[in-house]
């Protein structure tokens, strides 16, 4: 992995079962993979490729809502994966793609009790901005955090 690189590609329908194991890991017990399944050619939708073994380490899913506003829907880094900075490479690559655009600023939902997303986004300057009372589907609270580009 050390001396191998992370490609960013478009998704497409034969990378679903990796999806479908990161979801499960990622978010288990979440409709996570019946939505990212049901947004490929939907939205905005990229894999994170680890470049020898062409196995997927992440991948992320966003909308644009309103000409300035971008929504990332889902974000996820394999759990074999994690802490070795394939979140910051795809956040990178999203905010690149995001600020070829008229969007201005860029918000996400997040459990209030999933510290490391909170810690990650916290660190690349997303701020919470409220919090979602009930808002998820087993009637968790989430924080609407908010970037401005
Ligand atoms: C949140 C997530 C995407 C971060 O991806 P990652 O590849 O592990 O993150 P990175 O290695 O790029 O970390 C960058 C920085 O974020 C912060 N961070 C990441 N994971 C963290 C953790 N578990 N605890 C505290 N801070 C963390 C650190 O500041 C880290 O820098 P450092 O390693 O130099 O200290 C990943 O943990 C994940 O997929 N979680 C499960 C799915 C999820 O919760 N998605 C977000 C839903 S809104």
Redesign the pocket.
């Known amino acids: 992995m050390s001396s191998s690189t992370i490609e960013i590609r478009k998704v497409m329908k034969k990378d679903l079962k990796e999806i479908q194991f990161i979801c499960e890991k ?2 288990p017990g979440d409709d996570a993979f019946e939505l990212a399944e049901s947004l490929i050619g939907v939205e905005h939708y990229y894999v994170a490729v680890e470049s020898t073994s062409k196995l997927i380490v ?1 991948f992320v899913i966003f909308g644009i809502y309103s000409i300035e506003t971008a929504h990332i829907m889902i ?3 394999h759990p074999n ?8 490479i795809i956040l990178v690559f999203t905010l690149d793609v995001m600020r070829k655009s008229p969007i201005v600023r860029v918000r ?3 459990k209030i009790d ?4 909170i ?2 986004y916290k ?1 690349y300057d997303f701020k919470i901005k409220s919090k979602l009372k009930e808002y998820y589907d087993d009637l968790s609270d989430g924080y609407l955090m908010v970037k401005e580009l």
Request: a positive charge.
């Open positions: 990622c978010f992440g974000f996820a880094v994966h994690q802490r070795k900075g394939i979140g910051l996400l939902e997040v999933n510290v490391p997303a810690q990650f660190k």
